[in-house]
Each structure stands twice: as structure tokens, then as C-alpha cells.
């Protein structure tokens, strides 16, 4: 399952960055598949790779430790206790599937394309991340009838959108955002398919992700490389805004 949900999400967060060409062709006439990574993945990677991104790496993997040593006190009072009704769960799973955010990127390519190029980016990394992870880690959930439990997929998906969308649009759209992101990784740990670090890794890397892809398009709309010309020939003119 999950890796055939890895699989939906990469094809349709290829459409994203494919369906904007329609609107406006940020390729400038660049082949898709260079332009996807030497424009969009491989600075997002760079980009991750500064103290911020080392920083939340870090602290993400404290807290993911300190998350594991309360995993069976977590999931015994999940037992006991009737965190949330089955709707609600179901509500929490379908949100975070990955289709909510590939259709909310979409959208905004029509009048955000920069927000959605950026979605796309964080969405795409996320999932990549995450099926890597779980595949090598091959964790038991807690109900034992399935692996690929750490970290949480759907919580590191839901949080790579709020993440994404606060750095867009600021608080009055990250707070609600991410409130709805944590309201997913416990519909995880209340269903029972998901350990509490499972969720705490996931949020991670949805944040780790998010961000990183924000610093890109900050970049992008800061950085401009134009010709001027000149007599007998041109220069080129560099300009970074601050």
C-alpha cells in the first residue's frame, strides 16, 4: 500500500510541475526532467543542508527519540481510550492521502504558480523520504499485521502542505494548517496504525521538507540573472534582493 501510494503521489505531483507549463512555462523552454531537478529538486536539496535545515534535523530526531520511549504508553491509552469516533479518523486518513494536496497545489498554479511549484517540490521530497525510510526501517505497526509503520506518511504529507502553506501565505494560514496536521498524526495513532514516533518522525520530515522548498522559491524570486546591452556587445547583470 504504501508503495503504490508513493507511486500515485510522484505521478501526480509530475503533473503539477507539467500543468503549469498551460499557464505560464516556467521551463523556459528547458527539457521537463533536467529543468525538474536542476531548477526544482536539486536546489531544494541544497537548500535543506543549512543550519536551519541541521537544526530541525536535529531536533527532529530528539524528539523522535524522546517519542519512542512513550510509545506503548501512547498506544495502551489509545486502547483504552476513545481518542476520536471512526469518522473522525477516517477523516484524518483521507486528508492527508496525498490527493487533498495535489489537487490544492494544483490550484494554486492558477493563481500562485510559485506556491505551487513550491507545494509540489516539498510533497514530492516528502514522499520520497518517506517510502525510503520505511522501506529500509520496515517497522511493525502496532496492531503487528503490517510493516512500513515509521515514520508516518500521512502526518509527514499533512505537514509538508501546512509548512508550505505558512511560509506562502504567513499565520493566518499556517496556525489553522498546522492545527489540522496535528489533528491528522493523532487520527493515526487513535486508528491504531501508527506508534507515536511514527508520527513525530513524519511531522519532521513534512517540516524539514516544507521549509526547504520555501527557501527555493525565495531564492528564485530574490535572485535575477538579465542581459543588458551595451555598445559593441552586452552584460550580464546579476541582482539579488534582500
Known sequence: MTMMRFVFVLTLVSLIF??????????EGKPFVP???DDQLE?????????????????GA??????????????????????????AEKF??????GLPGIVLATSQLWWDQPAGL????????????????AAAVDRTRPA????????????STAFATATSLAYSYGPWVGVPMYGLATFVGAARISEGVHWL???VAGAVIGIYWGRASAVTTKKAQTTMIYPVPIDGGALVNFSMVF
Do not use: C
Open 62 to 87: 530528539a524528539a523522535t527519540a524522546l517519542a519512542h520511549t512513550q510509545d506503548d504508553k501512547v498506544y495502551q491509552y489509545s486502547l483504552d481510550h476513545e481518542i476520536m469516533s471512526d469518522s
Open 35 to 37: 529543468w525538474l531537478w
Open 43 to 59: 536546489p531544494t536539496l541544497v537548500n535543506s543542508a543549512d543550519w536551519t535545515g541541521l537544526g530541525i534535523f536535529l531536533s
Open 197 to 199: 514516533s511514527d508520527v
Open 92 to 97: 484524518g486518513g483521507f486528508i492527508a492521502s
Open 118 to 133: 513550491q507545494l509540489g517540490r516539498a510533497l514530492l521530497l516528502t514522499s520520497v523520504t518517506h517510502i525510503t525510510i
Open 144 to 155: 503487528g499485521n503490517r510493516g512500513l509503520s515509521f515514520p508516518s506518511g500521512h502526518t
Open 18 to 27: 507539467q500543468n503549469a507549463f498551460a499557464w505560464n512555462d516556467p521551463t
